[in-house]
């Protein structure tokens, strides 16, 4: 069962971005029809699709001429596939921004919600150099690559990955 999710889950970029095979893409129709988890992983993907859309269309039109193989049969980890990645973990991010403006108290001794939450941002926070690491690896990706590093070590600034994106602002 476990597996069959994260077989799925290898498929639901192309998925969601129409790249599949007619056969895989059937099959991937099947297992969500009655998967709400990868329903959810796949609506996930979908914005963080829109929103790698919008960093291609902000970064990189005016200057760079980037070959997206958008029609390629196979492909492993595509240019779209990291963007997806880091833009998924983007959205991630903000979106606890946004919880933790709202829903942080006063001054006072840290809660224990407040712990875990410094431990989930030390994970965000890896998990998201991480990703730009991988896309560092990618022609073409400076100036994306520096925005994030630079992302990372304004809003995670207590994090060990902010001390090492930090290193790696050129
Ligand atoms: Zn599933």
New binding site residues.
């Given amino acids: ?1 476990e597996k ?3 077989e ?2 290898e498929l639901l970029v192309d998925y969601a971005d129409g790249q599949l095979s007619s056969d895989n893409s059937e099959r991937v129709a099947e ?2 029809a ?6 959810k ?1 796949l609506n996930a993907l979908q914005r963080s699709l829109e929103l790698s859309g919008i960093i291609w269309t902000d970064g990189f039109t005016e200057t760079e001429n980037i070959h997206i193989p958008i029609q390629r049969k196979i492909r492993k980890l595509s240019w779209r596939h990291y963007a997806a990645i880091a833009a998924s973990i983007l959205l991630a991010v903000t979106t606890s921004i946004v919880w933790r403006a709202l829903v942080k108290p006063a001054e006072k001794a840290p809660s224990l919600i407040e712990i875990e939450r410094s431990i989930i941002e030390e994970g965000t926070a890896a998990k998201l150099l991480t990703a730009t690491d991988l896309l560092a690896s990618k022609p073409h990706t400076e100036a994306l690559i520096k925005s994030q590093y630079e992302y990372i070590v304004t809003h995670y600034p207590n994090t060990k990955a902010a001390a090492t994106a930090k290193m790696r602002i050129p």
């Fill in positions: 069962m069959t999710c994260k799925i889950e297992h969500l009655q998967c709400e988890n990868c329903r992983v």
